[in-house]
């Protein structure tokens, strides 16, 4: 069967149907005959335009079943057919040309009326229940009901309300009226000769459902589902300007040429092995810690208890909300089988890599040259602040140096389209997430464009001129540039780099979504941020090291000092070509663009160098690091740089021979030698001993088994920094990641960092006794220092006890518990307490021979949502009289009774509900809509209505 006016298109050689009722044909959409379906061959069916029948074959079967009004009445008739032992056969040398009319609403469907869709839904239901055997019915009609509402579900999400309730109301019809698919099956059962098994040759095989399903999805992601097929067959040939390359390129044959010709893979290789070589020292068995990481919890499952958790065991604990970056950690760690330590380990060492790969897909619009690509893509994913991200564990910056690219893109393309600002939100979300600098940056850029809106005119016809008369869409060589920076009189995404006016009210209004909906997506940690603004120069996991002497030069090359930083000088040829895009007139708009981006991150990043930062929990103000800020700086950088490299080679090539070719070949040559000689120093130099492998133990193994215990006592681990020695409350084994963002405010220390000064300094007063309060029983020295080791030794109260890990370790002799029953007299009862939701829990009788009117006091942080009641009544909380907070005390008015003690995480549920409603919300709006073919195969390409002939002048039928 062929088309109407189009008369080498395929509609049908045959038809089958899958186990969904999906119809199958076997032709890809706007397939063309040429002969590669020629034959006489037996199908399930065929489809009733065209179809001959024998007449005794149609009397046995009794024609179609009257149940079918109009879709499907083919596939069953055919099937019956096969059933009954007949043959059903495609002749391809007899042609029928179809006008399909009544699917592409040329005529009415009179039989369904307004409900075609629900019908043919239905149809196809009823047609496979009708068929299946007795034994397979039942899993049929599971199958039909749960693929069609997972159907329906999907067509919601994609934004297609009509189509999810045709789904539906098949489905409902279909339940409802149960007697028309028994007729059905009795019409089958009169003529039935063969079984299933027998047939099942013309039906689909699951394994090519599953791969044409991989197929679509693929279509999806990556933006070609629902292309639209021109109805002539053409395709264009030579590739396009986005893939072209080099002559010498496509010359390039065997091993070489392979490589040559995929720049991409090429890249993506070089940098994993360049990445894997220089973290050899990480290959061993161990969790990565030190620096700014802490070590990873043991799975998935523990990154979403710390995150739902609303107390967290961290100091003399915390209230605090968790960070939504361990998610994202989540995220990543649900496709290793669950592992967030190899989450972990995948960020960090093949980081860098994908942010190569990333960095060059994002520059295809910009960049035309596919070497020139490359090299920006290598030194974007090799600068100095990428490498020492990953020599200090700073696991933030390598999520920002992945997405940061991604971002532009999809930012750019926000401001002409919702679904974009959406999907840029919730991307700007994650880099919030990991780096809130990246919210920052975001909002000044979106200001600066809005502010600066008047001073964009529109597109001319021969090219666009920024403020200043900067820039041209003409190239050096006199011929038209296929790319424009701005064009917001068409908005063509074609041709326009940025396709909009800043001027216009909704693209104003979707960059507003573009930077507020992120706060929403982030609550309620985004209201921890705008509490202290100076926490936007944080990011994810620890302050880590910094270099305290950073001077603003050094910050222009894009060197955010610390640990692992490469010589400063490497990146000055990169700065130099970068400022050859000025120079340039072709590369003159993007390269402007670029320079405007990058002195936003060199803003950033030296207003770092000023500013000092408290963190969470830390007593004393410090710099953070401006990696995150010299990457903004670096990738506008190279690509002003790129830009004056694209296309230089033709355009020297056409000049008389000047100073310029070799200025240009010494700024090239300067250039693409800064990936190779920051990839070659990283090869020697490795990661360092910064972050090294370890079990991710702060305390010996028994003394982590004891916190587990009735008691759970804590440990006070005293450790070298460089600014002494540093001490820290742990919990259990030590803090894991996340706990750098939940821990109490530094005020809650204030009372503990009086006991600790009193410790070291061997006073010999109360601080052991009051240590005890915190629930303290272990002190930890994990290096050696014969100071410390002498004072402490001679505390009263302090007993030495040996331990087979090297650390040096003391046990306090007084109580230590984590809840105690208080007296008026001295008496002290410690009651057993377990662990519920992160927080301290006890449920049980009161011991027998407490004292009656006494307090419950918790070596706790006292917060509102602390609850205790006996025997079901409700404990009254006794205001705190300690500094900090501390401690969590309730009055008990009975010395019997039953005891319980929680913590109320209803208020961290009650965010957690919301902020996964807005966003689910945001998610489904950032979806793409469900694409349906918006032209017909097989239109009038000639105008004249439906008929191909003129009407006969007799008024006969033509």
């Known amino acids: 069967m062929l088309g109407w006016h189009d008369r080498r298109l395929l509609l049908e050689t045959g038809l089958s149907i899958a186990g969904s009722g999906r119809r199958i044909s076997g032709l890809e959409r706007g397939e063309h005959d040429q002969g590669q379906h020629d034959g006489v061959r037996d199908v399930l069916a065929v489809g009733s335009a065209g179809m001959l029948v024998r007449r005794d074959v149609w009397d046995l079967l009794g024609g179609f079943d009257p149940s079918l009004s109009m879709f499907r009445d083919d596939i069953d008739l055919g099937w019956r057919a096969n059933e009954a032992g007949y043959r059903v056969i495609v002749a391809t040398d007899a042609v029928v040309h179809h006008a399909e009319a009544g699917i592409h609403g040329r005529r009415p469907l009179a039989a369904v009326g307004a409900d075609a869709g629900r019908a043919d839904r239905e149809a196809a239901m009823h047609v496979l229940l009708a068929h299946s055997s007795a034994v397979t019915i039942p899993l049929q009609l599971v199958r039909l009901i749960v693929g069609s509402l997972a159907r329906g579900v999907g067509l919601l999400l994609a934004k297609a309300p009509d189509e999810a309730s045709n789904e539906f109301g098949a489905l409902g019809v279909l339940l409802v009226h149960p007697g028309r698919v028994m007729a059905s099956r009795r019409l089958v059962a009169q003529t039935r000769q063969l079984t299933q098994r027998d047939l099942r040759g013309f039906r689909p095989r699951i394994g ?53 010709r995929r720049p991409a893979l090429l890249l993506a290789v070089l940098l994993t092995l360049v990445s894997l070589v220089s973290v050899r020292a990480w290959f061993a068995f161990g969790l990565l810690e030190g620096g700014a990481l802490l070590p990873a919890p043991s799975g998935f499952g523990d990154l979403w208890a710390t995150y739902a958790e609303g107390w967290h065991e961290v100091g003399p604990g915390s209230a605090a909300a968790a960070p939504p970056y361990l998610m994202v950690v989540g995220a990543v760690a649900a496709f290793l089988l669950g592992s967030a330590s190899r989450a972990v380990d995948a960020i960090m060492m093949v980081g860098i890599p994908i942010a190569g790969v990333v960095a060059y897909l994002a520059l295809r619009r910009v960049i035309d040259s596919r070497l020139v690509r490359m090299v920006a893509a290598a030194a974007y994913a090799l600068l100095p602040a990428a490498i020492g991200a990953v020599a200090t564990g700073r696991i933030g910056t390598v999520v920002f140096l992945i997405l940061l690219p991604a971002f532009i893109r999809v930012a750019l393309r926000s401001a002409v389209s919702w679904r974009a600002a959406w999907g840029g939100a919730l991307l700007l979300s994650i880099v919030t997430a990991f780096v809130p600098l990246g919210w920052v940056i975001t909002v000044v850029l979106v200001v600066v464009a809005l502010v600066g809106a008047s001073g964009l005119p529109a597109l001319a016809a021969d090219g666009v001129m920024l403020p200043g008369g900067v820039g041209a869409v003409v190239g050096d060589d006199g011929r038209p540039r296929r790319r424009h920076v701005f064009d917001p009189a068409t ?6 780099l940025i396709p909009f006016d800043f001027r216009a009210g909704a693209v104003r209004l979707r960059l507003l979504a573009l930077v507020l909906v992120p706060l929403a997506l982030l609550l309620p940690w985004s209201l921890d941020l705008l509490r202290h603004p100076s926490w936007w120069l944080l990011q994810a996991g620890l302050p880590g090291p910094t270099s305290s002497d950073l001077a603003p030069w050094q910050i222009s090359l894009m060197n955010p000092g610390g640990p692992g930083a490469v010589p400063v000088w490497f990146t000055a040829g990169i700065v130099a070509l970068a400022l050859g895009g000025l120079v340039r007139r072709v590369s003159r708009p993007i390269a402007t663009l670029a320079w405007g981006f990058a002195l936003v991150g060199l803003v950033m990043g030296v207003l770092q160098t000023m500013v000092e930062v408290r963190p969470p929990s830390e007593p004393l103000a410090l710099l953070t690091w401006p990696g995150p800020a010299t990457i903004v700086l670096g990738l506008g950088l190279i690509v002003a740089a790129a830009a004056a490299a694209d296309g230089i080679g033709v355009r020297l090539a056409g000049d008389s021979f000047s100073w310029r070719q070799p200025a240009a070949v010494v700024a090239l040559v300067v250039a693409v030698a800064a990936p190779l000689m920051t990839g070659g120093w990283w090869l020697w130099k490795g990661v360092g001993d910064t972050v090294v492998r370890g079990d991710g133990s702060a305390v010996p193994a028994f003394v982590a088994a004891e916190s587990l215990g009735p008691e759970r006592p804590r440990s006070l681990v005293f450790r070298p920094s460089a600014r002494g020695i540093e001490y820290a409350v742990i919990d259990g084994e030590g803090p894991r990641l996340g706990a750098a963002e939940t821990g109490p405010p530094a005020s809650a220390y204030q009372e503990l960092d009086a006991l600790v000064g009193d410790l070291m300094a061997g006073r010999g007063g109360g601080e052991v006794e009051g240590l005890g309060r915190y629930g303290v029983r272990f002190v930890v020295l994990t290096a050696p220092n014969p100071t410390l080791v002498s004072v402490l030794d001679s505390e009263p109260g302090l007993r030495r006890i040996s331990s087979s890990e090297g650390d040096t370790l003391w046990r306090l002799d007084t109580d230590s518990a984590r809840a105690r029953a208080l007296a008026a007299d001295p008496r002290i009862t410690v009651l057993p307490a377990g662990k519920r939701e992160g927080a301290v829990a006890i449920d049980g009788p009161l011991p027998a021979g407490m004292a009656p009117r006494s307090s419950l006091v918790l070596a706790e942080r006292s917060d509102p949502s602390w609850r205790a009641t006996l025997d079901g009544a409700a404990l009254v909380a006794i205001a705190d009289e300690g500094a900090g907070g501390w401690p969590q005390r309730f009055a008990l008015p009975a010395a019997t009774g039953t005891l319980r003690l929680w913590f109320d995480q209803e208020p961290r549920h009650r965010w957690l509900w919301l902020q996964g409603l807005i966003v689910s919300v945001v998610v489904v709006l950032a979806l793409p809509g469900r694409r349906r073919p918006t032209d017909d195969p097989d239109a009038d390409v000639l105008g004249d209505d439906d008929e191909p002939f003129a009407p006969s002048s007799t008024g006969a039928p033509s």
């Open 208 to 260: 090519g459902q599953i791969r044409h399903a991989a197929e679509s999805l693929i279509g999806v992601v990556g933006g070609t589902a629902g292309t639209t097929v021109t109805h002539s067959g053409t395709s264009a040939s030579g590739p396009s300007d986005d893939d072209a390359f080099d002559t010498a390129f496509d010359d390039s044959r065997g091993r070489l040429g392979f490589w040559l």
């Open 491 to 496: 908005g063509g995404a074609d041709t326009a």
